[in-house]
């Protein structure tokens, strides 16, 4: 019996499987695609690329390989990401213990190990399971009446086909203006005879001021790669700045107009980092509101068509902020048509198009950036069986977790980026090292004081819901109504808050304190 299986082959598989086999442990990688990459396997669509800046968008564990990867703009594209995957994968000699092509269907826990069965019907047994699935993989494709009757292409853009989309002449209709549509719509704008964009909330937006990452910049990072790491891990979310500490409530208004300007010209994530009570107070946060809107309103030429791309239904930065190069413009082309479905809603789909209770809308292909069923979808599509039931049955009101690293019920098994933890408020990488590393500890724990089975209690688990809840209490986080941070994109789905907004740096405390204390919370045998 092997030691580990591990589901899935993107950023957390690939660490975790490095970190085990540092352990002397056995472990082995089942990943659904036909390569590695997780994430930036899937994610083909134009324009796609991280919002977080290259340099740190990048493993810290090992010093070679963050000194000799060179990264050749701010923020690196898709197919930047997944050479660097593809490149650990091979530095690493990870692939002898990877099955591409493995899509796993279920596990079940027997009291000593887990089984796990694939798509094809194969079982392996291993005394732990390790979930590394990823929070945004599960696509979430709305349920359009006429969608399988339409006559032309239509693509999810998490499951964007490897060949590519040639648009050349063709009419695109894309739906969704979350971070995906709103770095693919200006791509894809260049190259299709006519596009309309379907958007249900209107979005906030920075400019990203993408650009390639000169010299002079690539030997300062390798330089200070120590201090931007040590930085990562005291922050909130993982990105190597600090928020600021100043309130914005207490600045005059053209002090703020002059911080939120330079960082509106600097680009970036960094827009929210600004003032330290954005995320806290309705107030703070809507003068950076309305710079926004004022930013696309001066932008967008028709004032009709700008006013419908003011966001007014939530605070900025309670959904994913996401960056942008050139979107707004976009809505200046003659070629670029704007269809609100909150006033007019998607009908059907019909074979020439889409029908909204207003109009037709004629189109050849049909774009769904319409984002994924986040953070336990991924793990709910496959069918987990504890020693009181399954994960589907325990998470019907939604997810409940201990540290979002472990389920009460579920004994040896770890979920790596779980809900429940900080991950998607923060740079993955960052988050994903302290996952894999601290599982890594517990497994290395329970082989040297010869425990086999570790599971989290009921008491823990109830305890880290309420501090979760808390947590996104204090801060604007719920007042977005409509995020998937709550599940209220997939339909039926329970309206819970599922990251632990806490801060990164305070978790992560959090989960070394129980390490220290001898794995507080968790019963051991
Ligand atoms: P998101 O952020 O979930 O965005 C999906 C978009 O699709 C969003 O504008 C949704 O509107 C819209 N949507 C979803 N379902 C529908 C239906 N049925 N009709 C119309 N519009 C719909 O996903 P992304 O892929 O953009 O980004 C995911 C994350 O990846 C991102 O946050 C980064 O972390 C990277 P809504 O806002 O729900 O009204």
New binding site residues.
Partial sequence: MRDAVIIGAGFSGLYALHRLRGLGMSAVVLEAGDGVGG?WYW?RYPGARC?SESYYYSYSFDEDLQQEWRWSERYPAQPEILAYLEHVADRFDLRRDIRLSTRVTSTVFDDVAWTVTTERGDELRARYLITAVG??SSA?V???PGLEDFGGEWYH??RWPHEGVDFTGKRVGV?????????AIPVIAEQAAHVTV????P?FSVPARNAPLDEEFQAWVRAQYPEIRALQRETGNGHPFHVSSRNAVDASPEQRREVYEQAWQRGGLRFRATFNDLLTSREANDTAAEFIRDKIRETVRDPEVAERLLPHDHPFAA??P?IDTGYFETYNRDDVTLVD??KS??VEVTREGVRTTEDEHPVDVLV?????D?MTGPLLAIDVRGTDGTLAEKWRDGPRSYLGLAVAGFPNLFTITGPGSPS?LTNMPTSIEQHVDWIADCLKHLRDHGFHRVEATDQAERDWAREVREAAGRTLLPQAE???YLG??V?GKPRVFMPYAGGLAHYARLCDDVATRGYEGFQLA
Avoid at 175 to 183: A, P, W, Y
């Fill in positions: 994430t994610n919002d929070c945004l979430n709305p349920d359009l853009t998490g739906i969704g203006t979350g971070s995906t549509g709103i770095q379907f958007q249900r909330t979005n959904k994913r996401p479905v909150r809603p998607i769904f950036a319409t984002g994924f986040a998607v409509s995020s998937w209220a994109n339909p």
